[in-house]
Nanobody
Framework: QVQLVESGGGLVQPGGSLRLSCAAS????????IEWYRHAPGNQREWVAV???????SYTDSVKGRFTISRDNAKNTVYLQMNSLKSEDTAVYYC????????????WGQGTQVTVSS
């Protein structure tokens, strides 16, 4: 089993920045793909970004150019740097380790709240 713990959320003004962290209880990020999702009240859960084990990244269109996902394998931590934040970025942000094969476990963190408001 792997525990994922997100941190770094909070209240920030529009245009501000936050860096979210997702720490794993054991070394998993060097071999697994990591994703960030977000869930805003009244909306469906939304995929935000991904980083693969070889470092390839991808983002949903609404955050391209503003968010950056990165990984520090030595610290078993994945980051989501969020710049130029907008009110519509307000949500609970979750990190997720998807299955590679059907018999493998997937993992979710508990989430961290990001609120963008003046």
């Amino acid at each position: 089993q792997v525990q994922l713990v997100e941190s770094g959320g909070g209240l920030v003004q529009p245009g501000g920045s936050l860096r979210l962290s997702c720490a794993a209880s054991r070394n998993i990020f060097s071999t697994r793909t990591i994703e960030w999702y977000r869930h805003a009240p009244g909306n469906q859960r939304e995929w935000v970004a991904v980083i693969t084990s070889d470092g390839t990244t991808s983002y949903t269109d609404s955050v391209k150019g503003r968010f950056t996902i990165s990984r520090d394998n030595a610290k078993n931590t994945v980051y989501l740097q969020m710049n130029s934040l907008k009110s519509e970025d307000t949500a609970v942000y979750y990190c997720h380790v998807p299955k590679r094969v059907v018999w493998e476990n997937e993992y979710w963190g508990q989430g961290t709240q990001v609120t963008v408001s003046s």
